[in-house]
């Protein structure tokens, strides 16, 4: 059974608009989240993470946001820029073990 | 060269080959991954290694057969796979495991097996 979800296969975006993708996770002992970014026939690229005593994290254009009542982390890209578009996961890993979990991806689309 | 680095990036292979992958990582990281991601499939782990030895490995068929001869280098060593093995296998290394901390991916070796 999948314990961190990505349940928007893709999204399309208008340059310079904020990208908004999702993740859901089921298990409550995940404390550490991370969003990678993956171009094609390139390996995953780490972008941003937030432990779970914060709820917010700011990186430049990339915010991550962590509800944890809710298990629900986003990542919010503002402004985006066609160079966004790319393949974005997220992963979560619990306080015992070093297993993290990946969802499946959104797809990004920035369109110019 | 800096990162870490997968070779080959492509393979094909029949069911009675042995072939192997390799990563080499140049980040001075302790702990290094095997990922495997299937099509519309989340990254699956295959294994763990810290310090060199083998600290997880998550019920993988023995047909896959790690080697880490030091913390910069791990291989994945093939036979007799499967049509079903087919898939993007992914490095990744960290500092340490089990702190938090991100992994650092390769670009992997995409496998196919006729």
């Known amino acids: 059974d999948q314990q961190v979800k990505q349940n928007s296969p893709s999204l399309s975006v208008q340059e310079g608009r904020i990208s908004i993708l999702n993740c859901d996770y089921t298990?409550?002992?995940?404390?550490?989240f991370l969003w990678y970014k993956k171009y094609p026939a390139e390996g995953p690229t780490f972008l941003i993470s937030?432990?779970?005593?914060?709820d917010k994290n700011e990186d430049g254009r990339f915010t991550v946001f962590l509800n944890k009542s809710a298990k629900h982390l986003s990542l919010h890209i503002v402004p985006s820029q066609p160079g966004d578009s790319a393949v974005y996961f997220c992963a979560a890993k619990g306080n015992t073990g070093n297993q993290f979990y990946f969802g499946t991806g959104t797809s990004l689309t920035v369109i110019p | 060269e800096t990162g870490v680095t997968q070779t080959p990036r492509h393979l094909v292979m029949g069911m009675t080959n042995k072939k192997s992958l390799k990563c080499e990582q140049h980040?001075?990281?302790?702990?290094m991954y095997w990922y495997k991601q299937s099509a519309k499939k989340p990254l699956e782990l295959m294994f763990v290694y810290n310090f060199k030895e083998q600290t997880e490995n998550n019920s993988v068929p023995s047909r896959f057969s790690p080697e880490c001869p030091n913390s910069s280098h791990l291989f994945l060593h093939l036979h007799t796979l499967q049509p079903e093995d087919s898939a993007l296998y992914l490095c990744?290394?960290?500092?340490?495991?089990?702190?938090?901390?991100?992994?650092?991916f390769g670009d992997g070796t995409r496998l196919s097996i006729l």
């Open positions: 990744a290394s960290s500092q340490d495991k089990g702190r938090d901390q991100p992994q650092h």
């Open positions: 980040l001075g990281h302790n702990a």
């Open positions: 298990n409550s002992m995940f404390d550490y």
């Open positions: 937030i432990s779970s005593i914060k």
